[in-house]
């Protein structure tokens, strides 16, 4: 059987996260790829993208919508019908998007969660949906987004989780199976470090990191409270629409960074005494990428750290995303002996090697299958 020709896709390349990171180790997995996008901001997502060749949607002629993604979702379900595919097998890593590109091939779809702004939009937006304004704009999309998105995702031919979590949304939303593939962690500890402008200094006695968008499910706010009263600092490394909120309500032993690089990520990591984790991730990385620098981390018991985390081996974990409760695992994250070995063995099981066997394996089960 010859070798299958690959396309990988994903919503849109605007940002950086750990969905963007599982993207760019598809295309070291295939590098002759085509990357398909509905758009790509060169200036806000991974440098690394540079390197791809990227394939985007009608909208991505729209400076605004470059730079502000989440304005185009009435688009979106339109932009994401007219993205065509030649391929024989398109990868599409999705959050509600890219599921519904079409191709020529077989489509295999790399799910991080059924879209938010349908099944959990309070979750989304932080809040209950129906006391603000963008609340109310999804509720009256809902009905012919849903319609949308259902079509979609019966479109693949293979649908695969990244999570135990995702695949039981995945089954609630859609009424199938999915199999569940863990993502690969993003940052390698193999890497050159380089210290943060101005922070060097400021965190030489320790400090406790976050590394998160700024978004309002993912509890930032809640973490810089669990630090207000401890001697220790905060570092938090991320950007998002409550940069300002949050600047505003740190106190003097919190320092917010964003635009930050992997070699200056990986000097973070490098020196924290731990890592926080607040959010109900889909799957969440950050854990894994503390893990393979052997720090410990203080995680919300819920989604996918359920998947990443070792209670009592690689972390602890926390109950409610409250300060109260975040501030009592850090209490149990300085009482605890750990070892950074047995942290890094761990971490070790989520690496891309493995990551992109299983894909392999699924690749491989769907071109016999077709015949």
């Given at each position: ?44 997502t ?17 400076r605004f ?170 570092l ?24 930050v ?45 359920l ?41 070790a ?14 690749i ?8």
């Amino acid at each position: 059987m010859s070798t299958p020709r690959i396309a990988i896709a994903h919503d849109y390349i605007t940002q950086r996260g750990g969905a963007e990171r599982v993207v760019l180790a598809l295309t070291r997995m295939f590098p002759d790829a085509v990357l398909y996008t509905t758009l790509y901001n060169a200036e806000t997502t991974y440098p690394e993208f540079r390197d791809v060749t990227i394939v985007t949607s009608p909208l991505n002629r729209i400076r605004f919508l470059r730079t502000h993604h989440r304005a185009a979702l009435p688009l979106l379900a339109w932009a994401s019908s007219r993205v065509r595919v030649d391929a024989d097998v398109l990868v599409a890593s999705s959050s509600g998007w890219a599921h519904g590109f079409r191709t020529t091939g077989q489509k295999l779809v790399y799910c991080h969660s059924p879209a938010r702004w349908l099944y959990r939009r309070d979750d989304y937006l932080g809040a209950d949906a129906h006391r603000s304004l963008i609340g109310w704009i999804l509720a009256a999309l809902t009905p012919a987004l849903s319609r949308w998105d259902k079509r979609a995702a019966a479109g693949a031919d293979r649908y695969l989780a990244n999570s135990t979590v995702i695949a039981e949304r995945i089954k609630n939303a859609y009424g199938f199976d999915a199999e569940v593939v863990f993502p690969p962690f993003g940052v390698s500890p193999d890497g050159l470090l380089e210290p943060l402008p101005d922070i060097e200094e400021w965190v030489a006695d320790g400090y406790y990191l976050v590394v998160s968008r700024l978004m309002p499910y993912k509890n930032v706010d809640q973490a810089i409270e669990a630090v207000r009263e401890r001697d220790h600092k905060l570092l938090i490394v991320g950007a998002g629409p409550l940069d300002a909120q949050l600047q505003a309500q740190a106190p003097g032993n919190v320092r917010i960074v964003s635009n930050v690089g992997d070699r200056q990520l990986r000097w973070a990591y490098r020196h924290a005494r731990a890592v926080i984790a607040p959010s109900f991730e889909d799957f969440g990385l950050t854990p894994l990428e503390a893990g393979v620098f052997g720090k410990p981390v203080a995680a919300l018991r819920a989604g996918g750290y359920l998947d990443s985390v070792v209670e009592g081996r690689s972390g602890v974990f926390f109950d409610e995303a409250r300060a109260a409760d975040i501030a009592r695992a850090l209490d149990e994250i300085e009482a605890h002996d750990w070892d950074a070995d047995e942290i890094i063995d761990h971490a070790a099981g989520f690496g891309e090697a493995h990551f992109h066997a299983k894909l392999d394996a699924v690749i491989d089960e769907m071109m016999n299958e077709r015949g």
